[in-house]
């Protein structure tokens, strides 16, 4: 990792939301190395939704399947908020993603570090 590499993301604030723990303890020091504060992980959704209405981010990366909940409600919140948000799934393209959610990126997992923080990069 470069310098610049190191000042990619810059300060951001990015919600984390994932809910399998050594995936979420490897974004959540991915996304420091590249510069960025982590609020999380959260690994549920009625936490992420109270994060999502109530805390300030300038981006979020969302897991779409958190224990058989989708994220769904938290990523409209976001969206209302005016919050850009990427989703990072194990998971093929839904129907909702198609439809809600047309412009939001969606990284499949496993994707390397330095893809995932670019993709946050170009969002804030």
């Known amino acids: 990792m470069t310098e610049a590499d190191a000042r990619v993301l810059n ?4 919600l984390l939301v994932e809910d399998e723990a050594l995936i979420a303890m490897e ?5 420091e190395a590249f510069g960025a504060r982590v609020h999380g992980p959260v ?3 009625a936490e992420a939704v109270v994060a999502a209405e109530t805390e300030r981010f300038d981006a979020a990366v969302l897991d779409i399947d958190l224990g058989g909940e989708d994220v ?7 969206q209302r908020r005016e919050v ?5 799934t194990g998971h093929g393209l839904r129907r909702e993603i198609e439809q809600d959610f047309p412009q939001v990126p969606v990284c499949k997992k496993p994707m390397p570090g330095d893809r995932l923080a670019r993709h946050l990069a170009a969002l804030v």
Do not use: K, Y
């Open 43 to 45: 690994p549920d959704l």
């Open 27 to 31: 974004i959540e020091m991915i996304l």
């Open 84 to 88: 850009p948000f990427l989703f990072h």
């Open 11 to 14: 300060g951001q604030t990015i």
């Open 72 to 78: 769904f409600p938290v990523a409209r919140i976001l």
